[in-house]
């Protein structure tokens, strides 16, 4: 703070005023002292010419103290430095920034009036906060001839509103906080919504791999039960092979050894026949009426043909045998191997003929094919599924199967085609499902189609179904010839 300028010498005695002006400062002594505002007024050289006791009980210094006194800033600093009053009667506006920055305003009710607020610690025991204005004191000619300043305490005002600032700034600060920790909850809930999604996305990923898995065990434990019956099959087959190769062996070796007997017997019958002229009539008339009997010339003609059809039943018998030991496969192993799908699909016909020779026609149509890495009584399950479910296809007219092969690049294909009934396209989706059937209840288990779905899709193939309601269905299962993980040995 710069000093104030130092009181002024006591100037010459004026002239005596005139009784209306002595009437008129007394008044206004009056009026100050009476004024519950307090206030204090300077003239042009910063000297106090008045001091009212709303200031002395404010600033606890009294009038006979400051009146006809520069010492003025004694009531509020603890050392000499201008005040608002003072400043006005400098009228420089650099002085009023210099002492009051940012602390001062223009008066909006008095012209060239200044306005400020600040806090005073040397007003008494704590300090207090005053709003002061200062204006010019002009004589009727409208020169300043002195300033005056009204201070109001306004410390209750400040102390509310500090009081109001810091709850407000400590509401805010709360605030933050609680929004800060309402951000850190949101966010937390936001990541425990995150990790219940991911949690949600791995729980249904591994309800589908459990279903997978489930479905496949489901499919795999049909083709153990279906693998055991035919490998109990195989086993029985082998049995009566056994049992009935062996009779069947000297029955067909009898058979061949008889017919030679016959032969023999026949060229006697005839030479006999030949040396009926050289016997006495009537023995030659006996043998003629005995071969007339018997109709020798008729058992000469169908002998033969009944020696034929009996080896040719052998032959059948045994082909049986074998095709179903083929079929079961119980002799050979369940490796991977090189197989003649051909001789795969005879003898599964073979098997199933009983089943579709009085429903329909089997026509082969088959083209050349090479031989293929695959489980060949896998196949044959494959062929004996789609084959049986042609033939339940077909209603009560007799129908005809169609079994067709042919290659497609590096896969061979089979085609089994019916002209049955066809299937709905509301079932046609789920025909590979497992224990789905549109059969009536015992008449299928609805695993069928479901395990050579599951053998196709083992061996690197696929099933395409073509189907026309009343005009029949086709199915073509495509395999690859090469297996790249098979462990078989190249192909011969």
């Known amino acids: 703070m710069t000093a104030a300028a130092p009181s002024p010498p006591i100037?010459?005695?004026?002239?005596?005023?005139?009784?209306?002006?002595?009437?008129?400062?007394?008044?206004?002594s009056e009026f100050f002292d009476g004024h519950p505002v307090a206030t204090f007024a300077i003239d042009t050289r910063h000297v106090i010419t008045h001091w009212n006791r709303a200031c002395e009980h404010l600033l606890g210094w009294s009038k006979q103290a400051m009146v006809g006194t520069s010492n003025h800033w004694q009531a509020f600093y603890p050392k000499p430095r201008p005040v608002l009053a003072d400043l006005i009667v400098a009228a420089d506006d650099r002085l009023l920034e210099l002492h009051y920055p940012g602390k001062y305003q223009a008066s909006s009710l008095i012209p060239g009036a200044y306005e400020a607020e600040d806090f005073f610690p040397n007003i008494g025991a704590s300090g207090h906060w005053l709003h002061f204005t200062a204006a010019p004191l002009r004589d009727h000619q409208g020169r300043v001839v002195g300033a005056i300043e009204t201070l109001r305490d306004v410390t209750e005002r400040r102390v509310a509103e500090n009081a109001l600032r810091r709850a407000h700034d400590n509401l805010e600060h709360v605030v933050e906080k609680r929004t800060a920790q309402l951000a850190d909850m949101n966010e937390q809930l936001q990541e425990d919504i995150r990790q219940r999604h991911l949690a949600e996305a791995e729980l249904r990923r591994s309800n589908l791999e459990l279903t997978a898995l489930n479905d496949q065990l489901s499919r795999t434990q049909q083709q153990l039960v279906q693998a055991d019956k035919l490998a109990s099959i195989g086993q029985l087959a082998a049995g009566v092979a056994h049992e009935i190769n062996n009779p069947i062996g000297y029955i067909f070796s009898n058979c061949t050894t008889l017919q030679t007997y016959l032969d023999q017997l026949f060229e006697m019958l005839h030479?006999?026949?030949?040396?009926?002229?050289?016997?006495?009539?009537?023995?030659a008339a006996a043998l003629r009426a005995r071969r007339a009997e018997l109709?020798?010339?008729?058992?000469?003609?169908?002998?033969?043909?009944?020696?034929?059809?009996?080896r040719e039943g052998i032959v059948r018998v045994r082909h049986i045998v074998q095709d179903l030991k083929d079929f079961s496969r119980v002799d050979a192993n369940q490796d991977w191997v090189w197989a003649n799908l051909h001789r795969g699909i005879d003898s599964t016909l073979n098997i199933v003929g009983n089943e579709v020779k009085y429903k329909a026609d089997v026509v082969k149509e088959y083209g050349d094919i090479p031989d293929i890495q695959c489980l060949p009584l896998q196949i044959n399950q494959v062929v004996m599924n789609l084959v049986v479910n042609a033939a339940h296809a077909i209603g009560e007219q007799r129908g005809r199967i169609t079994v067709r092969t042919g290659t497609d690049g590096e896969q061979v294909w089979i085609d089994v085609a019916d002209n049955g009934s066809g299937i709905s396209p509301d079932t046609l989706s789920r025909i590979f499902d497992p224990f789905f059937t549109t059969k009536a209840v015992g008449k299928g288990t609805g695993l069928g189609l479901s395990l050579a779905y599951g053998i196709v899709q083992?061996?690197?193939?696929r099933i395409d179904v073509d189907t026309e309601l009343g005009k029949g269905t086709r199915f073509r299962v495509h395999l690859p010839i090469h297996q790249p993980e098979a462990t078989a040995g190249e192909a011969p």
């Open 11 to 28: 100037a010459p005695a004026a002239p005596t005023p005139p009784e209306s002006a002595v009437h008129d400062s007394i008044a206004l």
């Open 271 to 283: 030479a006999y026949q030949q040396a009926e002229a050289e016997l006495p009539p009537a023995a």
């Open 295 to 310: 109709d020798l010339d008729f058992l000469r003609e169908d002998i033969p043909s009944l020696m034929a059809e009996s």
């Open 458 to 461: 083992k061996h690197g193939g």
